[in-house]
């Protein structure tokens, strides 16, 4: 646009300057003067919409340029911003470079960390099933413990049972002692009257003693008539008789 407005003031002057040149030839230009100004009427209303043109394009031009000229600022301070955080991440890349000798120090000491974590979890393992065991064998031993009480307490209860039983019976008195039984057979001693006598022991106390005869079956000897001896001692009468009469 800078480039036609040049031209088109050159355009001008190069006329103004044809025209003083043909001054003398008034009497020509007379002639052609009215045919020209309506040409030059219409050229210099185009040069001047075009002058116009080219002052609003200009107008436009330095618009942009101070848009530009401020986006230009902004991006120089988003380029100063970035080049100062691009040098901090350049000293934090240095200071870990030199800080890796320290850093395998760290490594190593943080593989031996990890070896102790590792034995200690080993070591609560091992805390863990010895401590499950000693308590599956505390509660055996208290089931143990438990049942062998109340076997305690049943053979305790029978032994105040029988301690009661003890205490009901009657308490004997001492008494002299007495001679065994006397049998004596009516044959021998007493001929044929039949008296058979039975001497009790006193000591023995007479509920017990009957039992023990029930038990015994032993025959109850009353007083029989001659011809009423019980069989053996019936028996035994005749086996004397018989000898009795074998002798005479």
């Not at 053996?232 to 000898?243: F, G, I, L, M, R």
């Amino acid at each position: 646009m800078k480039a036609k407005l040049d031209m088109s003031e050159r355009r001008v002057s190069e006329l103004e300057e044809e025209r003083h040149r043909q001054h003398p030839e008034d009497e020509r230009l007379r002639v052609l003067g009215r045919e020209r100004p309506l040409q030059e009427t219409k050229e210099t209303k185009a040069l001047r919409e075009a002058l116009q043109e080219m002052k609003e394009e200009n107008k436009l031009l330095k618009q942009k340029n101070a848009s530009m000229i401020r986006k230009k600022e902004h991006y120089e301070c988003e380029i100063s911003r970035l080049n100062k955080a691009l040098v901090d991440v350049l000293k934090k890349q240095h200071s870990l470079v030199l800080g890796t000798s320290s850093e395998k120090g760290d490594r190593n000491s943080l593989e031996d960390m990890r070896t102790q974590l590792e034995v200690l979890r080993q070591q609560v393992q091992i805390y863990e099933e010895d401590f499950r065991k000693e308590r599956s064998d505390r509660e055996r031993l208290n089931e143990e413990k438990e049942e062998l009480q109340k076997i305690n307490e049943r053979l305790q209860s029978q032994l105040n049972k029988l301690n009661s039983q003890t205490k009901d019976l009657p308490v004997q008195s001492e008494r002299p002692s007495y001679p065994p039984p006397l049998f004596l057979s009516p044959c021998v001693n007493y001929g044929s009257c039949g008296l058979v006598l039975h001497y009790q022991d006193p000591r023995v106390h007479p509920a017990s003693r009957r039992a023990h005869e029930q038990q015994q079956h032993s025959p109850d000897y009353q007083w029989y008539a001659p011809d009423q001896f019980p069989p053996d001692v019936q028996h035994k009468a005749n086996d004397s008789s018989s000898e009795k009469g074998a002798h005479h």
